[in-house]
């Protein structure tokens, strides 16, 4: 099992759609978890942390369920703006400092 | 503030050469990591720094050297470069603590090995 594991799309949806990714980590010691956002040839940028009570950030809701080692994140009414590559990231560590381990991304294009 | 700085943005090498590519950031970030990307792989950990002179291997470790002599600069060395390390190479910093931070990525440097 791919230690962080996400669908690598595309998720193709209009505009104002509604449009939801999971990600499973496979270490259930994971600490921290976040989702960062990638541009065609860019680097990534954080999108937001996830926190055990699920958060949200306007049009962008991330959960997380441990019990299962999942992650998702729901975007509502899609822009176009919004085309990208969504990583799914998950600090492996519990001893304070970074060791991150990313999934490979889930890309989205959203049309007019 | 300019960030993390990465240079060169494009490279390219022919099979046994040698290069350094740079890193500097001006946050003040005790901790400085390289990743390299590659298509379906994801971003791999190759070396990682917890403070000026400390540092340590990550994931792909092999081929790669680091040093951090300062706080803001985390050049990463290729020793003798082969078509496998063909890839886009990222360097990131943040604040070191007993929580997670936000990572802070560079541009990235293109790398083509021939």
Redesign the interface.
Same mark, same amino acid.
């Given at each position: 099992r791919k230690e962080v594991e996400q669908d690598p799309g595309p998720f193709n949806v209009p505009e104002g759609a509604t449009v939801a990714f999971n990600c499973t980590y496979s270490n259930s010691a994971s600490q921290s978890f976040f989702w960062y956002r990638q541009d065609c040839r860019k680097e990534p940028k954080l999108l937001m942390s996830v926190y055990s009570s699920g958060n949200e950030d306007g049009r962008f809701t991330a959960q997380l369920n441990r019990a299962s080692q999942y992650i998702s994140l729901l975007i509502r009414d899609s822009k176009l703006s919004d085309s990208a590559t969504y990583l799914c990231v998950v600090n492996w560590g519990n001893t304070g400092f970074q060791k991150l381990v990313f999934g490979t991304g889930t890309r989205l294009l959203v049309s007019p | 503030n300019a960030g993390v700085t990465q240079t060169p943005k494009f490279q390219v090498l022919k099979t046994g050469q040698s290069m350094t590519l740079q890193c500097a950031q001006d946050m003040n970030h005790e901790?400085m990591?390289w990743?390299r990307q590659d298509p &379906?792989? &994801?971003?791999?950990?190759i070396h990682?720094s917890?403070g000026a002179g400390i540092t340590d291997q990550g994931e792909v470790p092999n081929g790669y050297n680091v040093s951090r002599s300062t706080t803001e600069d985390f050049p990463l060395r290729l020793l003798s470069a082969a078509p496998s390390q063909t890839s886009v190479y990222?360097c990131a910093s943040?604040p070191?603590?007993?929580?997670?931070?936000?990572?802070y990525? &560079?541009?990235?440097t293109r790398l083509t090995v021939t």
């Open positions: - | 901790y990591s990743y &379906g792989m &994801g971003l791999r950990l990682y917890v990222f943040s070191l603590g007993l929580t997670s931070y936000e990572q990525f &560079g541009p990235g």
